[in-house]
């Protein structure tokens, strides 16, 4: 019976089951955390063999370079505007709120051991190199395989058509497979969210339960901010420029978004987000191959904006003022934050660290905001999905793809 259920609508149940089950029977958790541990690997396990044969053969099958760059120019524009526009309506409603004043700074919680991150931008752009392949791929590092498998997709245009034939099969075919293991694994979903939300409930109710005043405020400040950008912004922009309709969009997508909302990490969603951009929507392999992988590492709208408020927010807390000048600086380095943070949860909370060190905040200050971390991950996850998703449509559409939306 529950089968007929569409699969979005079970997610849904799922997540509320979870949040009861979390709040009121917190106990009851250790016995189903097993299945989210299930879930996620299973997704996990998927991703790396996923991105590389969909990434080769989406790039072989693009053909030339300069169709290569165009494409590539245009994705990463898309990817860098709208991330800058995010971090823009962050700035306003920081500046409007502006939670953090007043903000009672004895609730900071002590960093034990929290990583911070040691990366510069230039470590970000060599990153992406991998020195040794195999270890990219073990250590599941996704943009080093991306720059990779792009490299090996385009290069296999480049040799005697019979072995490029050979080589083209070979990874389409094993491409199939992947997504017919992707599809297997999705109709676990439900049982994994309930696992999971679930169990970070039962840990994060009691936290979650006595915010401080200001610390509310600043959890409003991200949701009313994100929620004009995603609920806003992207559509007008899957609308206007990608003539689709962004409703119809947001329905295909809601298994993808519910999963990122429940495992905070974009990593996780993109089996998901591929299997429906492609197979609802009708995006091509090729598009979806591109645009997505490489969107769920670099295209982080939601993590993006979530940078620039925190940043702010810890600086009225501090009662430092910031410059406009400082401010121009935090969302330039707010935007390679984002662009450098895994999709995995609690990236963002690291890498902004850059962020406060470039206009010399306490790394302090994290402590903060740490309470309410998992909530605002959740929700900038599912905009950072939401954002690659929309950049799959506008993209295709600009090819002159014929979609169902
Ligand atoms: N969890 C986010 C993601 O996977 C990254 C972040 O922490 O902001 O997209």
Redesign the pocket.
Known sequence: MLSKVKLHWQILIALVLAVACGYFAPDFVQYVSWMGVIFLRGLNMVVVPLILSSIISGVASIGSGSNLGRLGMKTMSFYVITSLIAILIGLFFVNLFHPGVGANLGNAETLNNLPTASTSVSDILIRTIPDNIFNAMVQGQILPVIFFAILFGFFITQIQPEKQEILVRLFDSIFEVMMKITMFIIRFTPLGVFAIVSKEVAKNAGSLGNIAGSLGIYMLTVFVALIVHAGIILPLAVKVIGKADPYKHFRNMATPLLTAFST????AALPLSMEATEHKNGVSAKITSFTLPLGATVN?NG?AL?ECVAVIFIAQAYGIHLSMGQQAIVVLTALLAAIG?A???????VMMTIVLTAVNLPLEGVGLILAVDRIL?MS??TV?VWGDTCAAVIVAKSEGEKLNI
Do not use: C, E, F, K
């Open positions: 905070s990490s974009s990593n982080m993590t979530y943070s999709g995995i949860p609690m990236a963002g909370l991950d900038r996850t950072n």
